[in-house]
T-cell receptor
Framework: DTGVSQDPRHKITKRGQNVTFRCDPI?????LYWYRQTLGQGPEFLTY????????KSRLLSDRFSAERPKGSFSTLEIQRTEQGDSAMYLC????????????FGSGTRLTVV | DAKTTQPPSMDCAEGRAANLPCNHS???????VYWYRQIHSQGPQYIIH???NNETNEMASLIITEDRKSSTLILPHATLRDTAVYYC??????????FGTGTQLKVEL
């Protein structure tokens, strides 16, 4: 068990560029979550997958954001036409059925839009 | 999710017990209390959860009042590595956790 892995750890991009982040959950976890955290705030829910199905999306997930989990294993979060307001830590978490809300989080991807 | 209220910050001397309070007066009968912590530049880490009985694991103890309107997370012998933001969460069902701003615990020598 290597935990939840996120790549890259840090990303600096120019406004208007597209970025993609990757999350590798714990292998036996079929549930995967994306959160966003800005400075001084707690993490905010973005979206949830069960296996490959995206079952819930927050209103925070504007049409510039898209998340996929094509084979029910790793997931990607893409942000198109980045804006300065997208600067944040993007966190991924995973869990298995019966685990309740004791999720395992990755260390996050820190995005800075300049 | 039931609303939780936590103090914004607390200090604790290394080696002493850290007692972090949380109010959740609107909690309903079947809702659990979860605690997470987040060390600087890392993702949140699950600590412990409970329904009505006190709980203990290798990381901490959770004391829930009899009326379940408040709880206390206890770190029995705080170390510098326990410096973090501690979140008390009462999930209301569904598939997401709603984090507040938590309590910044600073453990000092």
């Amino acid at each position: 068990d290597t935990g939840v892995s996120q790549d890259p750890r840090h990303k600096i991009t120019k406004r208007g560029q597209n970025v993609t982040f990757r999350c590798d959950p714990i292998s036996e976890h079929n549930r995967l979550y994306w959160y966003r955290q800005t400075l001084g705030q707690g993490p905010e829910f973005l979206t949830y997958f069960q296996n490959e199905a995206q079952l819930e999306k927050s209103r925070l997930l504007s049409d510039r954001f898209s998340a996929e989990r094509p084979k029910g294993s790793f997931s990607t979060l893409e942000i198109q036409r980045t804006e300065q307001g997208d600067s944040a830590m993007y966190l991924c978490a995973s869990s298995y059925p019966g685990q309740g809300y004791g999720y395992t989080f990755g260390s996050g991807t820190r995005l800075t839009v300049v | 999710d039931a609303k939780t209220t936590q103090p914004p910050s607390m200090d604790c001397a290394e080696g002493r017990a850290a007692n972090l309070p949380c109010n959740h007066s609107t909690i309903s009968g079947n809702e659990y209390v979860y605690w997470y912590r987040q060390i600087h530049s890392q993702g949140p880490q699950y600590i412990i959860h409970g329904l009505k009985n006190n709980e203990t694991n290798e990381m901490a103890s959770l004391i829930i009042t009899e009326d379940r309107k408040s709880s206390t997370l206890i770190l029995p012998h705080a170390t510098l590595r326990d410096t973090a933001v501690y979140y008390c969460i009462v999930p209301g069902g569904g598939n997401k956790l709603t984090f507040g701003t938590g309590t910044q615990l600073k453990v000092e020598l």
